[in-house]
């Protein structure tokens, strides 16, 4: 029997779970309703459901008209792809109606709104999965694998640096991502991803975090722009004298971004192309933190947003050796329509340094398409109708999705108040957390 599926917020993301449900497994999903603030992306996501998957357009609801979608069209899952701050309102609306979630990544922005989600699910007694599609990625897999099995033991360090390069981390400072009060920043919007997979890789829990950070690159105030010969630029490329000598330059009539974005200004106002040396703009673009897990370990982490390469270097040290693994990912803008977070085979290493013995290269556990091959299997496994075994419990659901970014939000508090910032501080209630037991040799 099919489940029936509603879909809230038609950005580039949401293009992927249209997708599966219509085209990929339309035995097991049935999409009932859409529903959007901009009449444009609803017209645009049914036009394409018509014309490229050849299926009936669906029912169409504006976001003021949510609740009445979930009335008229009876969906069982909704699934929330908004902006971040928006995330806690659909999810909690749609608890109480009765209808489960799937909601993207981040789980929110803040531990007020956190503690709102964890409260509704734990009153509604409904379900709720976050989707972390790097932990269905194949060398993200072999590493949990590896830890799992206890190849170095009890882990006691992790060393984590992530670039975002200048094409996908300049990207956050064009979007409504640039001020936190939409998204969180990037140490909630983006390094949820990477806060979750070290929980999972680890099967621990944050306790205590310690943050520094700055924005140093982006923004009005950095002195890039005029180091680079960008005086006199606009607020958006479109409109902007310096088009032809910025390397930032988006052109927002090419491609997928004109049906998207600029076809579709008109009906809210939002410019898909703010410059990245513009205003207003208050997330940082450079950060550093020190976590400690309740497993005893400890973790420090970099995020990087103007580096010239994508991809990302973990080390862990444990009682019975080290393990290396790094990973490059390919070049894309979000919604630029190529495969975004593609693993490049020939910077994807994985090493072994046991104690006392000789180090040996792993070969690395590869995938085909989004997010290092996470994206099919993640998607697959959200639209099963019967969940399958799965000795590593990729799925997340409302503790995950909290854990990872409650990591983010006190980094936030610590870089505001400069001090240390404990988890338990933020929410409290959190439901055990679902992983699976660790060797340690």
């Known amino acids: 029997m099919k489940k029936r599926y509603a879909q809230v917020g038609l950005g580039s993301r949401s293009t992927i779970y249209t997708q599966a449900i219509v085209q990929t497994f339309p035995k097991r999903a049935e999409l009932v309703g859409l529903c959007d603030n901009n009449r444009g992306r609803l017209e645009l996501c049914n036009s394409v459901i018509v014309a490229k998957y050849k299926r009936s357009a669906v029912p169409m609801y504006r976001a003021t008209e949510f609740d009445r979608m979930i009335a008229e069209r009876k969906p069982q899952v909704v699934i929330v792809t908004t902006w971040d701050c928006f995330h806690d309102h659909y999810i909690i609306r749609a608890l109480e109606a009765g209808c489960d979630v799937i909601t993207e990544k981040p789980l929110t922005t803040d531990a007020r709104k956190c503690q709102r989600i964890i409260d509704a699910v734990r009153r509604t007694g409904r379900q709720l999965r976050v989707t972390f599609n790097y932990r269905y990625s194949p060398p993200r897999i072999q590493v949990k694998d590896l830890l799992m099995r206890g190849v170095i033991g009890k882990v006691l360090s992790v060393h984590f640096s992530w670039l975002l390069n200048t094409s996908h981390g300049a990207d956050y400072f064009r ?15 983006k390094a949820t991803h990477h806060f979750d997979l070290v929980n999972w890789w680890l099967s621990a829990s944050p306790v205590e975090v310690f943050a520094r950070g700055a924005r140093r690159f982006y923004g009005a105030d950095s002195g ?7 005086k006199g630029h606009a607020q958006r490329c479109l409109v902007c004298p310096c088009q032809r000598r910025c390397k930032f330059y988006l052109d927002l009539r090419q491609g997928n971004f004109k049906e998207m974005y600029l076809d579709c200004e008109h009906y809210d106002g939002y410019f898909r192309d703010r410059c990245v040396f513009g205003r207003p703009m208050d997330i940082e673009d450079t950060m550093n933190l020190v976590v400690r897990y309740d497993t005893g370990a400890f973790m420090s982490y970099s995020l990087n947003a103007f580096s010239p390469w994508e991809g990302y270097s973990v080390a862990f040290n444990g009682m019975r050796g080290r393990l290396e693994h790094d990973c490059m990912e390919s070049i894309y803008i979000s919604g630029d329509g190529q495969v975004p977070g593609k693993t490049i085979p020939s910077g994807t290493r994985l090493r072994l340094y046991p104690h006392f013995k000789p180090a040996q290269m792993i070969p690395s556990w590869t995938g085909q398409g989004g997010h290092g091959g996470g994206d099919n299997p993640m998607l697959a496994d959200l639209f099963a109708l019967r969940p399958s075994r799965d000795p590593y419990q990729r799925s997340a659901d409302v503790a995950s999705g909290a854990l990872s970014i409650l990591t983010g939000i006190a980094a936030n508090k610590s870089m505001q108040f400069g001090r240390p910032i404990r988890i338990d501080s933020l929410v409290k209630r959190i439901p055990p957390v679902k992983l699976p037991p660790m060797k340690e040799g």
Do not use: D, F, I, P
């Not at 890039?224 to 960008?230: H, K, N, Y």
């Open 175 to 189: 979007r409504w991502h640039r001020e936190k009060k939409n998204s969180g920043g990037l140490m909630v919007h």
């Open 224 to 230: 890039t722009a005029e180091r680079l010969g960008l």
